[in-house]
């Protein structure tokens, strides 16, 4: 997804928007551009499609002197994704440069208004359209024509203005897309999202809908596209600069699998009392609509909807709620029944996924209790809900989901469990036993990546030739084949499906071969000697079999070519062991295939378009 950083102070602007760029990377993106204005107002703008190595060829690897400047990374929506069209855009005039994320909607309607009234419009973005509006609106003031344009806009944006004759000020904007301002003594800046500024700043202003931010170096002044004053608290983010970078991991996703054990800890951190219960008081302001509820809705995509499964099928195992998982775009335009007593659970960790925000949004105006559970402070997805769970999961920068998924996956079982106690259906042996289980989770990851860490790139090594793998689970072990078999799709492009064991026989069994090996994500579970069969079923078609055994389990090398060892657990929350050595396993491949693991193809990080 684009990516968006701007600077004004005293010092230079150049390298710190270009080490922005950077930061931001992890989005995805396929074109980056940066323009400047000096404190004569001269502009300087580059733009080239690729990767940021390319503007920096460039500009030679330098920027010229200046204070103030935007820049941007673009993941094309309207346009090819080449040198014109990436960002920044101006007007006719070349005194006005905006940068953005999202959609314009309205965008054909302005164009050719814009075009009937005399401006030439060079690309083929939506984006061009906001600079010839803001120009026929400008009067001498940057943040008042802004503000006029947008009056007229359609859609979904961030965005960032700067004008050559205001050379120390720029303007931001949000609707429905992330923006952030960030301070530090005289000097300011804004960005798509933390990790940009953080090298230089902890003190931000969450953006909210609505707003526009008049940024200078000595402050920044929010109002309403009405320009009624908004009043906005400046936040202290706790995340060092360091948390955002790869430690000693040769990639981000590396260093992320290997968080997971820290990322465990510190979500279930005060959530687990030590009376043995869980404490989840997030949820205690809701109690009465939680009681009233008849149903439960879980709305989510990608990852977030396959742990979404989990906390469907622990809401379920322990409540009298049917529960269901739909994802975000099938939700939207064919809703379930929605009303005050359907208690609806938005899961997503960037908290920006459009997909997601949109039916979360439906299903409030309908009236219906709100629990969103995301990573991101500040989120679009934050401002749906009437309580929030966040996964405290920490910073996740590459582009495939690791430690979000496990920690998804912790934070809805812990509320299904509270959501089962506020209605008296939790047995306390029950809650006591998966309280323990929880407690004992961490370390079980940090053992479940040591006992498969080693030997997974040989593992990959004898597999990396397959023409395809079918992964299989049942009941509480579905949910980590899917994940297994995305992550795998994911990041090394090798074909991959999750299937329910007990259909391979209904028509997936016609696949297997000697070159389609089965994954069978078989740990302890209810399902355990169905989901054998099964596989012993793909095994006489020739299919070589990994599979992921809990430790101790005495039959499985007798039908299993790999094992793949993880501690034992309570059987709700066994997909985040069993996802650790399946995640090692779509790494080592991606690796040996010389795949880009952290920014695969195709693939943003934050998917705020629908
Ligand atoms: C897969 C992955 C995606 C996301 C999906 C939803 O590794 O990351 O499938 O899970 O795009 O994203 P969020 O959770 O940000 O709503």
Known sequence: MCGIVGYTGPREAGPILLEGLKRLEYRGYDSAGIALVDESGDLFLAKKAGKLANLETEINGRTPHAALGLAHTRWATHGRPDDLNAHPHQDCSGEITVIHNGIIENFRELRDELEAAGHRLTSETDTEALAHLIEDAYEGDLADAVRAALRKVEGAYAIAVMHKREVSRLVGARLNVPLVVGRNGEESFIASDVSAILAHTNQVVFLEDGDVADVRPTGIEVTG????????????????????????????????????????????AGRLGRDGRISLPELEPMAAAVKAATRVELVACGTASYAAMVGASAIERWTDLPARVTVGSEFRYDPPPLDGRTLVIAVTQSGETADTIAPTRLARERGCPIVAVTNTVGSAITREADAILFLQAGPEIAVAASKTFVTQVTTLVVLAAAIARLRGTLPDDEEVGLVRALQALPSAAARALELNGPGASELARRYV???????????????????????????????????????LKHGPISLLDAECPLVAVATRSATYDKLVSNVMEGRARDARVIAVATEGDPQIERFADDVCWVPDTHEVVSPVLAIIPLQLFAYEIARARGTDVDQPRNLAKSVTVE
């Open 225 to 268: 596209v009405d320009g009624r004053p908004r009043s906005r608290e400046l936040t202290t983010i706790d995340w060092t600069p360091e948390a955002a970078e790869k430690g000693g991991y040769e990639t981000f996703m590396l260093k992320e699998i290997h968080e997971q054990p820290e990322a465990l800890r510190q979500s279930l």
């Open 465 to 503: 030739n397959s023409r395809g793998f079918m992964y299989v689970g049942r009941g509480a072990t579905y949910p980590a084949a899917l994940e297994g078999a995305l992550k795998l799709k994911e990041i090394s492009y090798v074909h991959a499906e999750g299937y329910p064991a007990g259909e």
